[in-house]
T-cell receptor
Framework: GQNIDQPTEMTATEGAIVQINCTYQTSGFNGLFWYQQHAGEAPTFLSYNVLDGLEEKGRFSSFLSRSKGYSYLLLKELQMKDSASYLCAVRGMFSGGYNKLIFGAGTRLAVHP | NAGVTQTPKFRILKIGQSMTLQCAQDMNHNYMYWYRQDPGMGLKLIYYSVGAGITDKGEVPNGYNVSRSTTEDFPLRLELAAPSQTSVYFC??????????????FGPGTRLTVT
């Protein structure tokens, strides 16, 4: 089976740094994705990790530790437009040998001036 | 490229009615997916497909059916709509070449209310 846990809500101040954690348990692991979802909109891709370590993309970085079943998304120089939900999703090999992406419930981030 | 398109954007159904949610992609992706998202929750996988003619159940398939006759289209059928199916439905597609090609591209969603 699979279980993905993220904090439900977080708040942060404009210009600050925030770290959103994600822990997972899965019977098969083949990559971890982070998506951003603004209210009323579709999710959009932020990052992908399949090997241990840090992936950096501008103001956003994502870290993975496969042995610990742990990832985090780091957002630097926060802007008001970063207020959104952040979804952690794990890709694994499930029934039939096909890849599926299982999503966590998401973390709602509110950025305040 | 239009990416992933979904119709309709909004729909209100009465209990017991049926409808088909349409999804199409023009990125020549093999993999397509249907999710539902309840308020304040994450995405739950309903059905997915790895190519034309191949579909499989996700986490919450009951009350839904799918077909995949072409690479481009992946319609989702709701039979005998129930209030529990009130949700936002997202269709997505991805490549199948490994690694980051598995990134999923999402359609704009269909907001369905069953009363």
């Amino acid at each position: 089976g699979q279980n993905i846990d993220q904090p439900t809500e977080m708040t942060a101040t404009e210009g600050a740094i925030v770290q959103i954690n994600c822990t997972y348990q899965t019977s098969g692991f083949n990559g971890l994705f982070w998506y951003q979802q603004h209210a009323g909109e579709a999710p959009t891709f932020l990052s992908y990790n399949v090997l241990d370590g840090l992936e950096e993309k501008g103001r956003f970085s994502s870290f993975l530790s496969r042995s610990k079943g742990y990832s985090y998304l780091l957002l630097k120089e926060l802007q008001m437009k970063d207020s959104a939900s952040y979804l952690c999703a794990v890709r694994g090999m499930f029934s039939g040998g096909y890849n599926k992406l299982i999503f966590g419930a998401g973390t709602r981030l509110a950025v305040h001036p | 490229n239009a990416g992933v398109t979904q119709t309709p954007k909004f729909r209100i159904l009465k209990i017991g009615q049926s409808m088909t949610l349409q999804c199409a992609q023009d990125m020549n992706h093999n993999y397509m997916y249907w999710y539902r998202q309840d308020p304040g929750m994450g995405l739950k996988l309903i059905y997915y497909s790895v190519g034309a003619g191949i579909t499989d159940k996700g986490e919450v398939p009951n009350g839904y059916n799918v077909s995949r006759s072409t690479t481009e289209d992946f319609p989702l059928r709701l039979e005998l709509a129930a209030p529990s199916q009130t949700s936002v439905y997202f269709c997505a597609s991805s490549g199948s070449g490994g690694g980051e090609t598995y990134e999923q591209y999402f359609g704009p969603g269909t907001r369905l209310t069953v009363t």
